[in-house]
C-alpha cells in the first residue's frame, strides 16, 4: 500500500527518471523507488490520465508499455527543470531555513546543501531589492541545537545569548529547560527564564550561543507549560498593531514574524497585522524593506517612518 504523501513525490519523479531510461524494465524501476510491480503500475496508469489543460489527444502523458517494459513518448512538459521566480525563491529559502533549525532533523547538512544550491541557482534571478537575510539572522547551527537538546534531556540549567527581535537586542540569560516544540516549521524552547522570572519561550534561531551549566534544571513549581489553546502567539497588553501592504518581494515578513492577520491582495500583495513593543525596531525594519511596504495604521508609525527616510535622505544629500 502506497500512501498519497509517498506517491505525489514519486508521480513527480517518474517521468523524467523514464525519460532518461527509455525501454526499462517495470520491475527494474520499481526496486529504484522501492516499490512493487504492481505498485508502479498503478502509478503509470495514474500518469496515463495526467497534463497539460485540454487532457484531450496531444494534451496527456502517454506511455508505451512493450511486455514487461515502459517508455515515456509524450512528456506534457514535465521534461523541463523547474524556474523559480526571486520571490518562489525567496519563500523556499526561508521555509528550509526554518526546517533547518526543528529539533530532530534527520540529514541538517542536506538541507544546509539544499540552501547552498538554491541560493547559487537564484543568481540574477532574484528581483532587484530582494534580500534573503533581510532581517533575518541565520538558523540556529547544529552545536547550538545540540546544546539546548542536552540541556533538555540531562535536566540541567542552559545558558545563553538570546537574541529579542521586537527590541533588537542581545541578552544573556539563564534558563530551566522544560520542553522543545516545533511550531509552524520553527523550533522553540520552552523554559523558565531566570531573568524575566517567568515561562519563556525562545526561539532557538535566535539564540547566539549556549552552555549546558553543572547544576540542575529546576523551575519553580507554579511553573507551568504555554497554554496554547488559543494559539501560539498571543498579543501583549504593552504591544501595538500596525496594518502593513507588503509587495511580493516582502511576502517574507509575514513568514518570518507573528502576524494576527494576512490577507492576499492583487499581484502578490499582502495586507497584514504585526504587533510590536519598540516603534524604534520596527521603524528601522520597515527602512530596510524600502519601497516594498506601506504603512497603512497607525498614523503615529507612518510618520516616523517618513521622519526616519526623510532624515536619512537628508544626510545622504549632506555627504555629497
Known sequence: MSSAQDRLPRLLALVPYLLARPGIRIDEAAGDFG?????????????????????????????????DTVTVTFDAGMRR????????ATALLVALRALVDAPGVADADAIRRALAKI?????????????????????????????????????RALRMAYYTASKDEVTERVV??????????????????RRAEAVRLFRLD??????????????????????????????EPSQRAARLVLEQDARWVSEYYPVDEVE????????????????????????????????????????????RAADAVRRIDSLG
Open 35 to 67: 516499490v512493487t510491480a504492481k505498485q508502479l503500475r498503478k502509478d503509470l496508469e495514474l500518469l496515463w490520465m495526467c497534463g497539460l489543460p485540454g487532457y484531450g489527444p496531444g494534451d496527456l502523458i502517454d506511455i508505451s508499455f512493450d511486455e
Open 81 to 88: 527543470p523547474l524556474r523559480l521566480t526571486g520571490a518562489e
Open 119 to 155: 541560493e547559487d541557482a537564484a543568481g540574477q534571478a532574484e528581483p532587484a531589492g530582494v534580500a534573503v537575510g533581510l532581517g533575518v539572522r541565520e538558523g540556529a547551527t547544529a552545536e547550538v541545537r545540540s546544546t539546548v537538546q542536552s540541556a533538555l534531556l540531562e535536566k
Open 176 to 193: 530551566d529547560p522544560m520542553r522543545l516544540m516545533i511550531v509552524e516549521g520553527r523550533g522553540y524552547l520552552e523554559a523558565w527564564c
Open 206 to 235: 535566535r539564540i547566539d550561543d549556549a552552555a549546558v551549566l553543572d547544576e540542575p534544571s529546576t523551575p519553580p513549581p507554579h511553573a507551568r507549560p504555554t497554554d496554547l489553546t488559543d494559539g501560539f502567539f498571543q498579543p
Open 264 to 307: 492576499e491582495l492583487p499581484d502578490a500583495r499582502q495586507r497584514v497585522v504585526m504587533r510590536y513593543a519598540d516603534e524604534s525596531w520596527m521603524t528601522r525594519m520597515l527602512l530596510g524593506l524600502g519601497g516594498d511596504v506601506r504603512v497603512e495604521e497607525p498614523a503615529a508609525l507612518a510618520e516616523a517612518l517618513r521622519a
